[in-house]
């Protein structure tokens, strides 16, 4: 008899691994990695924070930083925010990190729209002095002559003009632009509308969410720079907060104004001193607070615009 005489069993076809049910082996692996990639995240801030909440005795007794909390004790943030130079450095911070991210937004915005037209005006070498920074790097000493030949020394200028354009920002938003399609921003021409018109009402509306995550990496950018401070501030009143926390934590430095060593009455509490230590942790808990109240606002669109230029399946 033939084989095509008896029927063949129909093979399933099988899945890609990716796709397969994981086994009880490696939900368990997959478990555990989480668990200590979160603890690797959430045990040291949860440690800053208790200790900046702790009285000296507590963190005498626990020989330096604090796991368990014993004691209540917000000395630590009443002097950092009793006007001495943490709150002038926060505020600084906060000055340049507004300004700097709306200034950073509007130039990368507009270049980035401008190098996203093929027929703009000295399209090609622009774009060719953009990219060239990524492989050609100014050097610390030119850059410290520019910025202080412009006169920007002991200047908040300094801290936002050195860097208030991005190329890799700027390529990830002409990407995007040049996504855009052409005919709707043709029919917008045949209307009337001209280019600024087109970029606010048509091409923003549209990439609003690869603009909150461009501004997002520039606020964070701003927030956490520290070493333009250290190339071009002098004035203890222009440093900005991550200055201060690195003169805490590298040279050991805490300044009389902050409130260390100071008696401080607290309601419920008495007359208590606010720790070095847990000054320290406070200043660094200060630093943590804006990103984390920022996150989520853009957050939703941080998902959509980071996977901008994904290859799909």
């Known amino acids: 008899m033939s084989a095509s005489a008896f ?15 994981p086994s009880p082996l490696g939900q368990l692996g997959k478990g555990t990695v989480l668990t200590l990639v979160v603890a690797a995240v959430v045990v040291p801030i949860w440690v800053v924070v208790v200790t900046s909440l702790s009285s000296a005795k507590t963190i005498n007794e626990a020989g ?53 037209r093929s027929g703009s005006l000295w ?8 990219l060239l920074t990524f492989l050609i790097q100014p050097g610390m000493i030119p850059s410290y002559l520019v910025v202080t030949g412009l006169g920007l020394k002991d200047n908040l200028l300094a801290l936002i003009l050195p860097t208030a354009v991005s190329a890799f920002n ?3 938003l002409r990407a995007f632009f040049m996504g855009i399609p052409g005919e709707l921003l043709d029919s917008a021409r045949i209307d009337g509308a001209g280019e600024m018109r087109i970029l606010t009402q048509i091409v923003l509306p549209l990439s609003k969410a690869v603009t909150a995550v461009v501004g997002l990496l520039y606020a964070v950018v701003y927030w956490n720079a520290f070493f333009n401070a ?16 690195q003169q805490f934590m590298l040279a050991g430095q805490t300044p009389n ?3 260390a060593g100071a008696v401080m009455h607290i309601p419920g509490l008495g007359y208590t001193t606010p720790p070095s230590l847990a000054i320290k942790m406070a200043v660094v808990v200060v630093t943590l607070v804006p990103a984390l109240l920022v996150y989520p606002f853009v957050q939703r669109h941080f998902t959509k615009g980071v996977i901008i230029g994904a290859v799909k399946g």
Do not use: M
């Open 123 to 130: 399209h090609r070498p622009i774009l060719f002095f953009f």
């Open 7 to 21: 029927p063949q069993k129909r093979t399933r076809p099988r899945r890609p691994v990716w796709e397969e049910k």
């Open 170 to 172: 700027l390529v990830v």
């Open 257 to 259: 104004d902050v409130g």
């Open 64 to 116: 330096g930083y604090v796991v368990i909390p014993r004691e209540f004790n917000p000395s630590a943030y009443l002097a950092i925010f009793s006007g001495g130079q943490v709150t002038e450095a926060i505020l600084v911070s906060t000055l340049v990190t507004t300004a700097g991210t709306v200034l950073s937004l509007v130039l990368t915005v507009l270049a980035a729209y401008g190098l996203s």
């Open 230 to 245: 250290i190339l071009y501030i002098d004035r203890n009143d222009l440093n900005p907060v991550q200055r201060v926390l």
